[in-house]
């Protein structure tokens, strides 16, 4: 009996002590530490959000050619219509696509796109089609998404024209020499490298001055500055020289309205994180520059590429570590979001591919991202009032903090503000119908809890969509009239904290769907939406009415979804609980360790004892009692 517990204690240990450690370590994780962080008080630009991903692959081709879906909306990733490269949330400009940008094909410069080099362009003409362009691209005058200008034909630095590009070098001094034959070869290169950084500086700053006239809202930029050619001589930082050179390309960061730095992974190697570090750390060195010289702020989305860049073709995605190394460190370091690159090669080649890059979101990218997300809203709010994002202290500069005292502060001035629950928007592969439809929102004058009112909201928008404003209620029960009848309506929990998904309620005939399901010990609010599914399936005017009460709380997620779509793919959601966000206890941290290491302790000391008590007390009597001679 004594040897049988002491191994059922021994190995409930063994099971109980890493799930102790792990209940720890997360339960901290997913607080930011507020005390070692500084608020970087600015306007979020995409979304009111103070970290955004946005997806910037072509994989609706995906859903076009083999009817897999990307879903990347369970997990609040921004994406354009019918998941393109260009649309709502982000347009990029190629080479080619953006005016006469002058570049060669090859590094022998036999092949060139409107003469090659900067020095021969015709800027007029190159501005005018560059006007024709945007508008063609970008039709809506007021678009405000991101627009990045990825020109990676050469670089407006001399010296960083190496390896492939140093064609632009040698075609600048050919040009010198041409004008100056009797010039030395030290005279030749200096007017060169001279008549070169000035074109180009010309050029680039010509162009992006006359897209933000064009398009004044955009957020325009160029993709892969700054960058630090870091090596582990400098652990991955800028050096000295490095930075010089970004120095001089001010005028280039001065003139945009956000920096897209690119934190692309060649290959799981341990520098990974230094080296991510170092381009962050550079961009945000600039953009705390231009807030102070320009008196305005300039986010940051770096590049970021879910698969290995070293070895794209083999389909190696990011392992947890290197998601933490990018987008996590991004969102410490007090970046804007990130922009998810993809190549059309990377996901759009074969139902095998779009199946994985599906399941990877699912289970790492998806996941991690939304934590990510929770976390810098959570800090936000509790830190920053709502109003600027939680910088890791010890990820960056303090002499930016001192020289920049109106972005970086202990907190940010202004009244406190809450994020509303995330309006997961739909793909615009599946068929919506864009015009507008109108929903009363009614609230019965009945006992509500102290702070909260009971307006009568009307609200205007998108038969396909949510409505953009929401309003705090605590309710018990929700009704929607449906005039038309016969129409499942499916309202279902999605919370993915929750222990189980149950579905509330399913109506297959009624003019009403009541909704009474609710949890018994919940006593926080709501946020409540006027929104809609989808149009066809409900009349022209349905109404909500919500009745109050301080005991229940309908579930945290309550989902729409239609009647068509499987496994609940396409759903809006209905209302969210914001108790996670706006709750007055939260554990102290430091006694959730303190519990943990106890438990583990006295898990260990119980085995010790059991063991020891065991070997001393029965089995050594039992070796003693054999070891006494015995008579026949």
């Excluded at 339960?27 to 959000?49: H, M, Q, T, W």
């Excluded at 990347?72 to 354009?80: A, K, T």
């Excluded at 162009?207 to 993709?223: C, D, E, H, T």
């Excluded at 590429?305 to 933490?324: A, C, I, N, Q």
Aim: positive net charge; contains cysteine; charged residues 25%.
């Amino acid at each position: 009996m004594s040897l049988a517990l002491g191994l059922f204690v021994a190995r409930l240990f063994r099971l109980l002590h890493p799930l102790l450690l792990v209940i720890g370590i997360s339960l901290l994780g997913n607080a930011l530490d507020v005390k070692n962080s500084y608020c970087k008080c600015e306007e979020f630009p995409i979304e009111d959000r103070p970290f955004v991903a946005i997806w910037n692959a072509p994989t609706g081709g995906c859903s076009v050619n083999f009817s897999i879906n990307i879903n990347l909306r369970d997990f609040d990733i921004l994406e354009n219509p019918k998941q393109t490269w260009n649309g709502k949330y982000v347009t990029v400009f190629y080479n080619a696509q953006l005016g006469l940008y002058p570049y060669f094909t090859n590094e022998q410069g036999t092949n060139s796109y409107n003469g090659g080099m900067p020095q021969l362009i015709d800027l007029a003409a190159h501005l005018r089609k560059m006007k024709r362009d945007i508008i063609k691209k970008i039709p809506d005058p007021d678009y405000s998404g991101l627009v990045i200008i990825d020109w990676e034909g050469w670089r407006p630095t001399w010296e960083r024209n190496f390896d492939s590009k140093r064609i632009y070098q040698s075609r600048s001094v050919e040009l010198v020499q041409d004008k100056h034959p009797e010039w030395s070869m030290e005279e030749v290169i200096e007017e060169a490298k001279k008549e070169f950084e000035r074109t180009a500086r010309v050029f680039m700053e010509s162009s992006i001055k006359l897209a933000r006239q064009v398009r004044p809202k955009g957020l325009w930029g160029f993709y892969g500055f700054p960058d630090c050619f870091g090596s582990n001589e400098t652990n991955y930082r800028c050096s000295d020289d490095h930075q010089e050179m970004n120095n001089k390309l001010k005028w280039l960061f001065s003139s945009s309205m956000a920096l897209y730095p690119s934190v692309y992974i060649y290959d799981q190697q341990s520098w990974n994180k230094a080296f991510t570090y170092g381009r962050l750390e550079e961009a945000i060195r600039l953009a705390t520059w231009v807030s102070k010289e320009n008196k305005r702020t300039v986010p940051v989305f770096p590049y970021f590429r879910h698969l290995y860049e070293g070895k794209p073709f083999e389909f190696d995605y990011l392992t947890l570590v290197d998601l933490h190394n990018t987008i996590g460190q991004a969102a410490d370091m007090g970046a804007a979001g990130v922009v998810m690159w993809g190549n059309r090669r990377d996901e759009n080649t074969s139902p095998e591919v779009c199946t994985q890059l599906n399941d990877y979101i699912k289970t790492k990218l998806g996941p991690y991202f939304e934590s990510v997300r929770h976390r810098t809203e959570v800090c936000s709010q509790k830190k920053c009032k709502g109003r600027g994002r939680c910088v890791d202290s010890r990820l960056i500069s303090a002499r930016w903090v001192a020289e920049e005292p109106r972005l970086y502060a202990p907190t940010c001035k202004g009244s406190p503000k809450l994020f509303s629950p995330f309006i997961r928007q739909h793909s615009s592969h599946h068929n919506h119908r864009g015009d507008q439809a109108k929903t009363n929102l009614h609230i019965p004058n009945k006992s509500y809890s102290k702070g909260h009112n009971s307006p009568v909201a009307v609200k205007t928008h998108h038969k396909h969509g949510l409505s953009s404003q929401q309003r705090n209620y605590l309710m018990k029960e929700l009704t929607l009239l449906n005039a038309t009848g016969s129409r499942k309506v499916f309202l279902k929990s999605r919370h993915r904290n929750s222990t189980k998904d149950f579905v509330v309620f399913m109506s297959t005939s009624d003019s009403a769907v009541e909704v009474n399901k609710a949890p018994q010990d919940a006593d926080r609010g709501v946020v409540a939406t006027s929104g809609l599914h989808y149009h066809d399936q409900l009349n022209d005017s349905p109404s909500f009415t919500e009745t109050a009460s301080s005991r229940a709380m309908a579930p945290s997620k309550l989902m729409l979804c239609n009647e068509s779509s499987p496994e609940y793919t396409n759903c809006e959601i209905m209302k969210e609980s914001p108790s996670a966000y706006n709750s007055g206890f939260h554990f102290p941290h430091t006694y959730v360790v303190f519990i943990c290491a106890s438990l583990g302790s006295a898990l260990l000391v119980s085995t010790t004892f059991i063991m020891s008590y065991y070997y001393c007390n029965i089995r050594k009597k039992v070796e003693d009692d054999e070891d006494i001679p015995r008579g026949d």
